[in-house]
């Protein structure tokens, strides 16, 4: 029971540092990440939204996607996604009114919260990802298709991310009439977030130690 409580409050930890990893991204000024870049772009258009609440929206449609493709193989204790969900995107408001005192006006300090952002929100796919317990809707629409279509879990997760920042940027266009809430900081978070949590994977203790809370002694 300690080792279930474990788990769960390290996936909820995760999260926790996920959106002020999402945040430093998004002061930067440079785009936010792939997964929030159509949320974001909807917040920026409907002010009366916050950037949590699209992301709650959006975060509800990856579910039900998944209950599409995968009908009766769509397990019950998947609904927990909608708890995670919940917590996830109040987590995603209190990073950014946390933030929103962090404004960076030159190129450099921009260039330098992205790649920070970078770095956390890496480290909090990598401990909310250790314990095993739940997937978040944007990790769980990506293993619902490649479940479907038998194919590799990253191949699809890059498909699904570049359909992201597609869509993102074609919504930015119709709202805007030029690209909002999508740019440089969006292409350099899809290409380095991945690398970030391979490294921390490898070389951060912690996650080796959440990991055994999972494995069941024979």
Known sequence: MNKTILRYFYFLLGLFINSFGIAFI????????????????????????????????????????????????????????????????????????????????????????????????????????????????GEGIVKAISDVTHKEFGLIKVYFDVTLIVIASLCSFVFFHSLQGVGLGTIISAITVGKFVSMINRHFPLIQHIRQLSIKKG
């Open 26 to 137: 998004t002061k930067s000024a440079l785009g936010t990440s792939q997964i929030s870049s159509i949320p974001y772009v909807f917040s920026l258009y409907f002010t009366n939204l916050s950037f949590g609440t699209t992301t709650f929206i959006f975060n509800m449609i990856y579910i039900l996607l998944q209950i599409m493709i995968l009908r009766k193989n769509f397990r019950p204790f998947q609904f927990l996604q909608i708890i995670a969900n919940i917590i996830f995107s109040m987590f995603v408001d209190l990073g950014m009114f946390m933030m929103n005192w962090f404004q960076p006006e030159t190129f450099i300090i921009r260039f330098m919260s992205l790649i920070i952002g970078c770095i956390i929100l890496a480290l909090g796919i990598s401990i909310e990802v250790a314990p095993d317990v739940i997937m978040v809707p």
